[in-house]
């Protein structure tokens, strides 16, 4: 007997009746396993074990779980909402049963002065016995002890639902546990606690995840805020999204009033980087003149893409002009992006035409490559450098056919400071020196004015140019690659072509097939434009279907490659996300099949061929339209449209 009169429990006895209890086989296998863990562990139940901490540790511990107790928090006070009613306390316990949060205050018959719910307790097995909070830390995973399953009878009248949660490494961090009375049990509370210790998880990952994003950001700011070049960031559409103290003072604007607008508002309409966009040609060294020229820096610029591949951007690099003094090295080249792999097809035209374009890349003389507009010569050209011995100088092209008659020698052959009215102080090289050491481009050379021609040929002759505006004499080392769509054989009998250049220029001649040439070609050439374009559009796989590729078979292509390209980026523009390009997409010019005006053999009109597959479609399928559509590759309200637009009886 105690001091106070009261009959004190033999420890033997109460571990005697829990083992009674225990063979009855009335606890579940988890409480079951929790009970032998206790007696080995010489639990007494009927002595509570005080282990609860002060509040300068408990707050230390807060502290040290800071981002666990703010992510936690939202989710218990939503489950509290749901349980407040029924007297249950919803509980945060950390990774050693200590209890680090509590909401909602037990009532009788179980006071949390007896079950001590409140935080700083410690709830861990070892000390509390067979509990929802430290069984789960133990077994580490969700449980539920109910009533009679505690091992502590002072325990009894509560049921516990209990789930782990863990870190993304798979750490176990916490405990959420819900306790209230046994009476008011019910099936649900354990999924609760489920889905709130998975809110909890998903929450605290992307906490994780957004710190790490703010600290990368934090670092790329520092780096990008001390580089001694600007820096301009701009999305797919042209807005700025990010900018330098450097190259706001360049721009002469703000750099954080400048987030969100379009570059062209700093750079006026023709900004270079917008025909990177439209494009995805980077550049180098590019001279940009603001304000009347007050402002002038050099600008490169390149894609910027995710881990998918797809386009997110562009980023500009700025780098000031400083003097006014035009740098050698800092001259603007054009660099040559296409190789041989670009030149897609396998027909025999193509294949005649890639063999030829090898050897003049083994060779240094001069190229002459004729053929239509469009069919891509400017390719073969850069194909040509990119495999030459030449592939790691400039290569500069000049169209001649855009360029008026004053202007082009001076932008070929550049000029001196004072040679004409509005010249540069210090004069500027034209598009031969800055070749120099690399490949000359002419595009379009049949437009070329005679004048031109003349001194175009002594060039080619003397290897040296004179400035507009000097006689100093300039040596030169470069590559002519020539390209035009005229017949220049008929230019030079007809008099607008010199034959003496011709012959200079005509050393290695590449004939360049029209499309309808290398129809068998269309469909790698399709494949190939759309690829590209689902990437830069960041659609996803795209397909074609059979009948868009017929139509195209049936068309002339008085555009060649060029029109091709067109065509397809407008169907590119209509097709869903994973779509596939169908008939109904392929907007054609509406010309002749053949020069003629008469149909060509084996071919028929694409509306007719259309009419014909519908028609066909729904024969196979017994007029089922979902199985109709199906087989055609296109959606049910496409052909019922069909259906009605042809007059088809199902």
């Known amino acids: 007997m105690s001091a106070n009169g009261m009959i004190k429990e033999d420890p033997m006895s109460s571990r005697e009746k829990l083992n009674r209890e225990l063979q009855t086989g009335q606890l579940s296998q988890i409480a079951a396993n929790s009970w032998r863990r206790c007696l080995q562990l010489n639990v007494d139940p009927s002595r509570h074990v005080r282990a609860d901490i002060g509040s300068l540790e408990l707050q230390k511990r807060i502290e040290a779980h800071d981002d666990l107790v703010k992510v936690a928090t939202p989710t218990m006070e939503n489950i509290y909402n749901f349980v407040n009613n029924a007297g249950f306390q919803v509980v945060l316990s950390d990774s050693h049963g200590y209890l680090l949060k509590v909401l909602g205050e037990r009532t009788a018959p179980c006071p949390s002065r007896l079950a001590q719910l409140y935080p700083g307790a410690n709830w861990n097995e070892s000390l509390r016995g067979t509990n929802a909070i430290g069984t789960c830390l133990v077994e580490k995973k969700p449980l539920k002890i109910h009533a009679a399953e505690h091992f502590f009878e002072d325990n009894r009248t509560l049921t516990c639902s209990a789930a782990p949660i863990f870190s993304a490494e798979g750490e176990l961090l916490a405990v959420l546990n819900l306790s209230g009375d046994h009476r008011y049990a019910n099936d649900l509370t354990l999924g609760m606690v489920v889905a709130g210790a998975n809110a909890i998880e998903n929450q605290l990952q992307l906490h994780r995840v957004n710190t790490k994003l703010y600290a990368s950001y934090k670092y790329s700011d520092t780096i ?4 001694s070049e600007g820096l301009v960031i701009v999305d797919p559409n042209g807005r700025i999204t990010k900018m330098n103290q450097v190259g706001a003072r360049l721009l002469g604007a703000s750099a954080r009033d400048s987030i969100g607008i379009h570059i062209s508002e700093l750079f006026g309409e023709e900004a270079p980087v917008l025909d990177l966009l439209r494009t995805g040609i980077g550049y180098e060294n590019k001279e940009v003149c603001l304000g009347g020229g007050q402002r002038t820096f050099y600008c490169s610029a390149t894609l910027l893409h995710d881990d998918y591949g797809q386009m997110i951007g562009a980023v500009s690099v700025l780098r000031p002009n400083k003097g006014g003094k035009r740098l050698r090295g800092l001259i603007p080249v054009q660099q040559a992006r296409y190789s041989f792999d670009e030149m897609i097809g396998n027909s025999e035209a193509m294949k005649k035409t890639r063999k030829i374009a090898e050897m003049a890349a083994r060779s240094l003389s001069t190229v002459l490559i004729q053929g239509e507009s469009g069919t891509g010569k400017e390719l073969i050209a850069q194909g040509i450098h990119n495999a030459s011995s030449r592939h790691s100088g400039p290569f500069v092209a000049v169209n001649c056919a855009a360029i008026t008659e004053t202007l082009l020698e001076s932008e070929l052959f550049g000029y001196e400071e004072g040679s004409f009215t509005g010249a540069k102080k210090g004069g500027q090289p034209g598009k031969v020196e800055i070749a120099n050491g690399g490949t000359l481009f002419l595009d379009e050379i049949g437009d070329m004015p005679l004048q031109m021609q003349v001194k175009l040929l002594r060039m080619l002759q003397e290897r040296c140019i004179c400035r507009v505006g000097s006689t100093e004499e300039v040596a030169i080392d470069i590559r002519i690659i020539a390209a035009t769509h ?87 523009n209509m097709v869903e996300p994973g779509g596939k390009l169908t008939a109904e997409m392929l907007e054609l010019d509406p010309v002749a099949l053949s020069p003629s005006g008469e149909m060509v053999e084996g071919v028929r009109p694409l509306k007719e061929m259309e009419m014909e597959m519908v028609t066909r479609a729904l024969d196979i399928s017994r007029g089922n339209i979902v199985h109709a559509s199906s087989l055609l590759g296109i959606s049910r309200n496409t052909i019922y449209r069909k259906i009605k637009e042809y007059d088809i009886v199902i």
């Open 224 to 227: 990008i805020q001390s580089m």
């Open 486 to 572: 005229q017949n220049l054989k008929q230019a030079v009998q007809e008099g607008t072509f010199r034959k003496d250049l011709y012959y200079r220029l005509n050393v290695l001649p590449i004939n360049m097939p029209s499309l309808r040439e290398r129809m068998e070609d269309l469909p790698a050439l399709s494949e190939f434009m759309v690829k590209n374009l689902s990437e830069r559009f960041g659609k996803g796989p795209i397909g074609i279907s059979s009948l868009f590729l017929r139509g195209c078979r049936a068309y002339d292509w008085p555009g060649n490659i060029r029109e091709l390209e067109n065509v397809i980026e407008r169907a590119m």
